[in-house]
């Protein structure tokens, strides 16, 4: 039976020989808004999708819910896994429905919100069934007002001491999206040296790297 490695991204990968097994990656990278009222509007979005592709395309709609999320790296099918989260907000206040795909018994399952079991930083997917779901699709309620929810420890604005640059966050999702995009690259500044894509190969957000973590 060969070894299966559900792969996302890849951004917290290191291969330090040939993997001896079946490595699946979601190609799936389709965005469609399913429903729409005065308040809110629900977007399905494909697992190879990439989530920070994704947070641009609802901040570029005026859709809030996940602006603070950005520059978190992987693709949307990690997102639930990991119930990602930054800044006050965190994926599973606005994932509806997660669209899965058993190995196994070869079968479709939908897991509604409350069956995905989240947690901080953690979900069924990264547990109980823990490479034994691909997940393909996921769905997300946007709410159309700005939520302007936004912390960093207890503070609801933060301040760059290497540059005294205090980022505020203001009201829209547009203002939030780039005050994070702000802080977030004067940390990778500092410790990458060169900015996002030259920030250290270090998973911050969990510290963990597993199989089924790798659908980042």
Same mark, same amino acid.
């Given at each position: 039976?060969?070894? @299966? /490695?559900? $792969?996302?991204g890849g951004s917290n990968i290191l291969f330090t020989k040939n993997f001896d097994g079946l490595i699946l990656q979601n190609k799936i990278n389709l965005i469609s808004i399913i429903n729409e009222d005065n308040h809110s509007t629900t977007v399905e979005v494909g697992g190879g999708v990439n989530w920070h592709d994704f947070v641009l395309w609802s901040?570029?709609?005026?859709?809030? &819910? @996940?602006?603070?999320?950005? /520059? @978190?790296?992987?693709? !949307?099918?990690?997102?639930?896994?990991?119930?990602? &989260?930054?800044?006050?907000?965190?994926?599973k206040d606005t994932i509806t429905k997660v669209h899965t795909f058993d190995i196994a018994q070869k079968t479709k399952k939908i897991f509604y919100n409350k069956e995905c079991k989240f947690k901080y930083r953690d979900s069924i997917f %990264?547990?109980? /069934?823990? =490479?034994?779901?691909?997940?393909?699709?996921?769905?997300?309620?946007?709410? %159309?007002?700005? $939520?302007? @929810?936004?912390?960093?420890? =207890?503070?609801?604005?933060? #301040?760059?001491?290497? *540059?005294?640059?205090?980022?505020? #966050?203001?009201?829209?999702?547009?203002?939030?999206?780039?005050?994070?995009?702000? #802080? !977030?690259?004067?940390? *990778?500044?500092?410790?990458?040296?060169? &900015?996002?894509?030259?920030?250290p190969s270090v998973d911050f957000i969990s510290g963990r790297t597993t199989a089924f973590d790798s659908q980042y």
């Amino acid at each position: 039976e060969n070894k @299966i /490695l559900i $792969l996302g991204g890849g951004s917290n990968i290191l291969f330090t020989k040939n993997f001896d097994g079946l490595i699946l990656q979601n190609k799936i990278n389709l965005i469609s808004i399913i429903n729409e009222d005065n308040h809110s509007t629900t977007v399905e979005v494909g697992g190879g999708v990439n989530w920070h592709d994704f947070v641009l395309w609802s901040v570029n709609r005026n859709l809030s &819910g @996940i602006e603070n999320l950005a /520059l @978190i790296p992987g693709s !949307v099918a990690a997102s639930p896994v990991q119930n990602i &989260g930054a800044y006050g907000m965190e994926v599973k206040d606005t994932i509806t429905k997660v669209h899965t795909f058993d190995i196994a018994q070869k079968t479709k399952k939908i897991f509604y919100n409350k069956e995905c079991k989240f947690k901080y930083r953690d979900s069924i997917f %990264k547990s109980e /069934l823990e =490479n034994k779901k691909v997940i393909t699709k996921v769905e997300f309620k946007l709410s %159309k007002t700005a $939520l302007n @929810i936004i912390s960093y420890g =207890n503070d609801s604005i933060s #301040f760059d001491s290497a *540059t005294g640059t205090v980022y505020d #966050f203001r009201a829209t999702a547009t203002a939030t999206i780039d005050s994070a995009l702000g #802080f !977030v690259n004067s940390v *990778t500044l500092v410790y990458g040296g060169g &900015g996002y894509d030259s920030a250290p190969s270090v998973d911050f957000i969990s510290g963990r790297t597993t199989a089924f973590d790798s659908q980042y």
